[in-house]
Structures are given as structure tokens and as C-alpha cells.
């Protein structure tokens, strides 16, 4: 049997070289894996992990981290500096070799992929010191009732103590891959059905966090990874050019999945419009 | 097991192929001096039929793709040198001198003499079959500067990245470009004639229009085989095998590659920087993400070719 019996085109990719994929997006486009408060990116090392980047990445004026606003401390006009990081990437496509997968999502179902990550966390707890110092004194006794309020101060971003209080939690996802058109274009895009992270208590708290990575990957981080089926021009002299648009093959019979997620590969079925 | 497989049908190369035939034009004229005469052509020419067959031993055949010539005027411009005949005395004068003298009649002063244009459109065919391999090679872009970047090296035009490269390395090329009518040397002489008639050279002139005729062939250095000397004139000294062939044989069987791909290749565009803020100025984009792609190979049966690669 031909990969293209049923399509143009057949592309396929093995687990090891898109586990190598995302590891050249990590090192090319650390701002993907790496949230911190401006305080934290202006001084690197103060990160729960180093980030490994692209020595030439600097000179094309591209940052290390994507700043975040700090976490403001409710009721105060103060706020701390944090940080988010996502490391040690991994998928694992159908059937599940790379990746072990904890007891509410395993087994992994056919035609998914398994995601291990481990997300850590830093904040930036002020000195015991700085804390004391900030505490505001009680309203003047004296003060003229009919005066009007103060505006608002100002937010005010605690310094970071000399390094950030650490914790990482691994956690783990099922998904899919799917082609999905936008603006009259085909991308395909991975998805999320569940997620879960290592076990800890109270369980609404492992429910919460669960949440929080959940909306993040989803909203944030994942269509970032969607790829374009991209139209392609051939030269064939000075003034004749091919166009070349490919478009995927509509699940069928022949197709059952496209894309499909077997045997350690992600595997697409592509027809071509040439024109 | 290779990171990447791609694997493209017959189905498909077919359809790029009829494509190719279905918009391919050229058109084209130039004129050389070549020496005793001058030639021009002003061709405009499209592709019909032909195949492309994947086969069962790994090569590749393009067959009797035609090139059509809906155009081909082959324009010839011939000087003969010049001579003038001398006035000649009628009625001498017997004290000296001349009475009656005949106008001295100069011959052959323009330049050319004669032009003869000839519309070969419908009289030349031309065929290519082609059979080959295909092969991969990486090609190191010498010029790009040691220190510089894969990013800095795409913003050049054209750029300076690497590529890895798709030929057709060629095992058996049959090309017959221009093949010509026997009616054309009926055509030549029946042109060169009417072109020397035209000249409205003078009875007086010795051996009259045969000798003209004559002549004109000779400068053309026609010998007896008229389709043999218009091959060579049209193919090898107006050099449209080699017109032809860097619009279209290029594409098949020299160095330019069928295919590039860059390397690095770019996965994910540019992007906005994430830091920009509304009240500043937008910091600098986020370059592209590129993959670099590692022991890519090629090859064939029948029914597809399949490429095959690892990331670095």
C-alpha cells in the first residue's frame, strides 16, 4: 500500500522529531515558555529555571520572557513580583511510549497525543523588613472630615527577596490535532480534552490549578503552535508562475483520520489545488 | 525511523506537469552579427502533450513533450560587397574627353543589401524526453558572510540562506529542438530569389539574378543541405537551444534544482514582541522559528516519491 493512495501529498511526522521541534521553539522563542514581572525579566536569574535561549536572540532585540503585571495583594495598592515557566516539553503520540501518562488520563485513547510539562511557579516574596517599613500608618484622628479623599497611591511592586519562593508542578494532557480553517486557510492546530497535574490537597486546590494551566494552554499557548497549510509558488520562468495550494483530504472511508495520531506518528493527507 | 516523510503521488506530479505545459510561454527576439550576414528571430513558443512517469527503478521520465512554435521569424540580412562600374564612353571626342558617357553605377551600398524574413512558425518541430534520478544535495550559500545569522540571512533579496536542493539528475536526455521541414529550403530559395528581384539589379550586370542568387548563398555559406544549415543557423548561432533550454530544460536536467527547500526552514513566521505596550514605540518582531533539516534523501517507485528527513 502507497502513503498516497488516497491524497497528493502525505506528510508524516514521528514523535522524536516533533519533541526536537519544540525543543527549537523553546530555544528560538523563549517569550512562548517564560512569563515574569518586569522586576524579574530585568534580572533573569532570579527565575525558578534558567532559560536556555538562542545566543543571537538578543540582537534582534527579542526578550527572554513575555511580562506579565504583577499579582496585586488585595486591599493594599501593593503587588508582588511572580513568574510562570513551562519546561521539559514533551508529546507523545498514539500508542504512548514517551510519555507516562497519570491514572485519570491513561490509557491514552487512539488518535491522541499525550503532553507532559512541568510548570513552575516563582513569587517574589518581599524582605520581612521591606514588609514592616510599607505598613501605613492609621488615618489622621485630626484630619478635616469635610477634606475629600486622597486620590488612589499609586501600585507599588515589592522587591523580590534575593530569589523567588519555587514550585513546580508536572503536569499532564491528552489532546488531538485537527485541521481548522480560518480566513479561507487550513491550519492545523492541537487541542486539549483534559488535563491533569500531580496530586496534591486540598483537591480543590489541584482543581484549581488544574484550571488555571488548563484556560492558559488553551487561550494562550497552544494556538500559538498552529501551522498553515501554506500556499506555495513554483517559478517556472520570469512571468510564469505555478500556485500550488494545498488542502486536506476529507475523512472517509479510504481516510478515516486526517490528521491521524498512529503509531508514534502525526500523519496528514493533503490534496493539491494547483493553479 | 525518519523524523519526516513526505510522500507526493504520481497523480500529483501529473498535475503540476499539465500545468506547466498549460501556462508555459515564451517569447522572445535578439539579432547577432554573424560576420559576412546578420540573423534575427522573433519566436514565441508553447508547450503540448508530453508525460511524466514515475518508474518502478527509481527515475523519473518526461516524455515527447512537444514545443510548439506558434512563432518563428527568421529574418537574414545580407551585405554584398559593394563595386561600382565605371561610366562608359559612347561617343568619344576626338580633341580628347568624352561626349557621350554612360553614368558610373554603383551596386551593393546599402546596408544590408537584402533582408529576407522567414516564417518558420509552422515548419519547425521540437520534442524533449527525459529520463532521470532524482537527487538531493545541500548547497552552502557562498555568500553569505561567516558571522552572519539564519535570521539577518533572509532579509537579502535574493536570500542568503542555505538550501537543500531537488534535481533531476539526467540518465538519458533526447532532445530535438529543431527539427526542420524539407519544404523549407524551397521556401529559402523562393525567398532569397524574390529578395535579389527586388534589388532591381540591371541586365547589364554580368550572369544577371542566378549570379546574385548565387552569391547571396554563398555569404550565407548554404551548402547542399538547407535544413542542415538552418538547424545549425537557428540552434547553435542564434543559440535558441540555449534560449529554450534556460526556460525550460533548466528546469529538468541542468543545476537548477526542481525544488529548494530552506534550511533552516522557518515553522513558525515572525511575531509581534509581547512586551509592546500601546503608549511605545513596538519593539522588535519576534523572528521566525526555524527547524534545521538534517540527511534529507529522495526517492521513488511507480507510484510516489517520498522524501525523507530528520530534524536537527
Known amino acids: 500500500m502507497a502513503f498516497t493512495d488516497h491524497c497528493d501529498v502525505f506528510g508524516a511526522f514521528h514523535e522524536d522529531g ?55 495583594l488585595p486591599g493594599t495598592n501593593f503587588a508582588l513580583n511572580f ?6 516539553v514533551k508529546i507523545d503520540f ?10 485519570e488520563l491513561a490509557p491514552l485513547g487512539v488518535q491522541r497525543f499525550a503532553l507532559s510539562l512541568r510548570v513552575c511557579a516563582g513569587i517574589g516574596c518581599p524582605p520581612a523588613q521591606v514588609v514592616s517599613d510599607l505598613i501605613p500608618p492609621p488615618p489622621d484622628p485630626d484630619a478635616d472630615p469635610n477634606q475629600p479623599p486622597p486620590p488612589p497611591p ?7 527577596d534575593q530569589q523567588l519562593i519555587c514550585v513546580c508542578l ?10 481548522r480553517e480560518y480566513f479561507q486557510h487550513f491550519y492545523l492546530e492541537p487541542f486539549i480534552d483534559r488535563i491533569e497535574i ?25 494556538p500559538k503552535l498552529r501551522i498553515l497549510l501554506e500556499k506555495m509558488a513554483l517559478d517556472i520562468t520570469d512571468d510564469v508562475t505555478i500556485s500550488v495550494q494545498p488542502k486536506p483530504v476529507a475523512v472517509s472511508p479510504q481516510v478515516p483520520n486526517n490528521p491521524a495520531l498512529e503509531q508514534d506518528e502525526v500523519r496528514a493527507f493533503i490534496d493539491l489545488e494547483v493553479s | 525511523m525518519p523524523h519526516l516523510r513526505v510522500a507526493a503521488s504520481e497523480q500529483a506530479f501529473k498535475k503540476l506537469f499539465a500545468k506547466v505545459v498549460e501556462k508555459f510561454v515564451l517569447e522572445k527576439s535578439d539579432s547577432k552579427d554573424l560576420g559576412p550576414f546578420t540573423a534575427g528571430y522573433d519566436i514565441k513558443i508553447h508547450l503540448e502533450g508530453g508525460s511524466v512517469d514515475l518508474r518502478a527503478d ?55 543589401d537584402i533582408s529576407i524574413v522567414l516564417p518558420l512558425g509552422g515548419l519547425i518541430t521540437s520534442e524533449i524526453s527525459i529520463t532521470g534520478r532524482l537527487r538531493t544535495r545541500y548547497n552552502v550559500n557562498a555568500d553569505r558572510p561567516p558571522d552572519m545569522d539564519q535570521w539577518d540571512a533572509q532579509l537579502p533579496d535574493p536570500k542568503l540562506t542555505n538550501t537543500w536542493q531537488l534535481f533531476l539528475d539526467p540518465q538519458f536526455v533526447d532532445i530535438d529542438l529543431v527539427d526542420v521541414a524539407d519544404t523549407v529550403g524551397d521556401l529559402l530559395d523562393d525567398a532569397i530569389e524574390a529578395a535579389v528581384e527586388a534589388l532591381g539589379v540591371p541586365d547589364v550586370i554580368a550572369g544577371g539574378l542566378s549570379a546574385i542568387v548565387s552569391l547571396v548563398r554563398d555569404v550565407l555559406d548554404i551548402g547542399d543541405d538547407i535544413q542542415e544549415w538552418l538547424s545549425d543557423l537557428l540552434g547553435v548561432s542564434l543559440g535558441l537551444e540555449n534560449i529554450i533550454g534556460q526556460a525550460l530544460i533548466e528546469h529538468f536536467v541542468t543545476d537548477d ?7 533552516p526552514y522557518p515553522i513558525l513566521d515572525k511575531a509581534p514582541n509581547p512586551n509592546n505596550k500601546a503608549v511605545q514605540p513596538p519593539l522588535p518582531d519576534l523572528v521566525p522559528v526555524k527547524l534545521p533539516i538534517r540527511d534529507l534523501t529522495v526517492s521513488n517507485n511507480d507510484v510516489e516519491l517520498v522524501l525523507e528527513g530528520n530534524v536537527g
Not at chain 1, 523553546?26 to 522586576?39: D, H, K, L, V
Not at chain 1, 499609586?154 to 523580590?160: C, D, E, N, S, T
Not at chain 2, 551585405?79 to 551593393?108: A, W
Request: aromatic share 6%; net charge negative.
Open chain 1, 18 to 72: 516533533f519533541n526536537r521541534i519544540i525543543g527549537h521553539i523553546r530555544f528560538q522563542r523563549p517569550s512562548m515558555f517564560n512569563y515574569a514581572t518586569q522586576a524579574i525579566a530585568d534580572n533573569p536569574g532570579l527565575l525558578c529555571r534558567p532559560i536556555e535561549a538562542h545566543p543571537r536572540l538578543n540582537q534582534h532585540g527579542n526578550p527572554l520572557v513575555t511580562i506579565i503585571d504583577p499579582l496585586p
Open chain 1, 83 to 88: 513568574s510562570v515557566q513551562l519546561v521539559d
Open chain 1, 94 to 103: 498514539h500508542p504512548s511510549s514517551v510519555v507516562t501518562l497519570p491514572a
Open chain 1, 154 to 160: 499609586p501600585q507599588v511592586v515589592l522587591p523580590p
Open chain 1, 170 to 179: 508536572d503536569a499532564f494532557a491528552a489532546g488531538g490535532l485537527r485541521f
Open chain 1, 198 to 222: 500531580s496530586d496534591i490537597q486540598p483537591a480543590d486546590l489541584e482543581s484549581g490549578i488544574e484550571c488555571v494551566i488548563d484556560a492558559t494552554l488553551r487561550l494562550g499557548f497552544l
Open chain 2, 58 to 112: 527509481n527515475t523519473v521520465q518526461v516524455k515527447e513533450l512537444d514545443i510548439k512554435w506558434d512563432r518563428l521569424n527568421l529574418s537574414l540580412g545580407i551585405d554584398i560587397p559593394g563595386f561600382c562600374i565605371p561610366g562608359i564612353c559612347l561617343i568619344p571626342n576626338p580633341l580628347g574627353g568624352c561626349i557621350l558617357e554612360t553614368p558610373e553605377i554603383c551596386l551593393f551600398d546599402a546596408d544590408p
Open chain 2, 257 to 263: 534544482p526542481l525544488f529548494e527547500l530552506e534550511d
